[in-house]
């Protein structure tokens, strides 16, 4: 596929623009992450990194990241972070469910960036244009890399690249999870179906809004508002005066 060598190459020019001397990534065990690790080994070689972090996880998520690292011959590394978890919550006080699991992603891309910063690697983000477009993701977690070369693609056109990359069937087959706890479902906590949603975003970004489905379209509007701040910089005060100043001794 033409989008494979694309995205490819784009991976292998921001890591040579960057000065980086390799890609670092989650290998989580789902389609996303299998996907940016195919990528990354096409476009770095044993230069891209694939880090399986396991934090209170099922069984499974580290079998398929396995799978995958063995698929396209990833070099990878396993940091367990369940006793820094267990640790963590020892000392803070009691929280409600979505901050806990919340502190998954973010120990996560603390790891990340540890090995970048003592490597001198690039974080290759994993999102996709679904998630990032209605903020489901951690802000400061896994919504937090130097490149993000799924970002502007749908989930569901996902698979498609998945399949022509070879990504193995059991995790083409699995539904979508944060693995944030048993059971839980991308698709589950959206409320809607993935090929629902993209479809949804998909005429909205065209400057339609479907008629069908009233009601998953505008849960998808109130999800993509909400999430404004998770894309946007940071709001930063302005001083009085400063702006005007600086243009002043410039002219």
């Known amino acids: 596929m033409r989008i494979i060598e694309e995205l490819t190459l784009w991976i292998r020019e921001q890591a040579k623009a960057a000065g980086a001397k390799g890609a670092v990534f989650g290998l989580s065990g789902g389609l996303d992450s299998a996907v940016v690790g195919a990528l990354c080994e096409r476009a770095l070689g044993d230069r891209a990194l694939g880090v399986i972090m396991p934090c209170m996880s099922r069984r499974r998520d580290m ?7 063995e698929a396209f011959e990833i070099k990878t590394l396993t940091i367990d972070l369940s006793t820094v978890l267990e640790s963590l919550l020892a000392v803070l006080p009691p929280g409600g469910e979505a901050a806990i699991s919340n502190i998954k992603p973010r120990l996560r891309m603390i790891t990340l960036y540890y090995l970048a910063n003592d490597r001198g690697m690039m974080i290759v983000g994993t ?7 209605v903020g489901y993701f951690t802000k400061h977690g896994d919504g937090a890399a130097d490149i993000c070369p799924l970002a502007d693609i749908y989930k569901t056109d996902l ?8 990504v193995p ?10 693995g944030l706890w048993e059971g839980q479902t991308d698709e ?3 409320g809607m179906t993935y090929q629902e949603m ?24 109130g999800l993509v508002s909400a999430s404004e701040h998770k894309r ?3 709001p930063i005060f302005g001083v009085p005066g ?9 002219g």
């Not at 079998?63 to 690292?69: G, Y």
């Not at 069937?169 to 944060?178: F, N, V």
């Open 63 to 69: 079998d398929d990241a396995l799978l995958a690292a």
């Open 198 to 221: 993209d479809s949804i975003l998909k005429a909205l970004e065209q400057g339609r809004t479907p008629v069908e489905m009233p009601d998953e379209v505008a849960r998808v509007k």
């Open 188 to 190: 589950g906590e959206l």
């Open 127 to 133: 999102s996709n244009k679904s998630e990032r477009s």
């Open 242 to 250: 400063v702006a005007s100043a600086e243009q002043d001794s410039g």
């Open 169 to 178: 069937g059991p995790i083409l087959a699995k539904p979508p999870s944060a």
């Open 232 to 234: 946007a910089s940071v």
């Open 159 to 166: 698979y498609e690249i998945a399949a022509s990359l070879g």
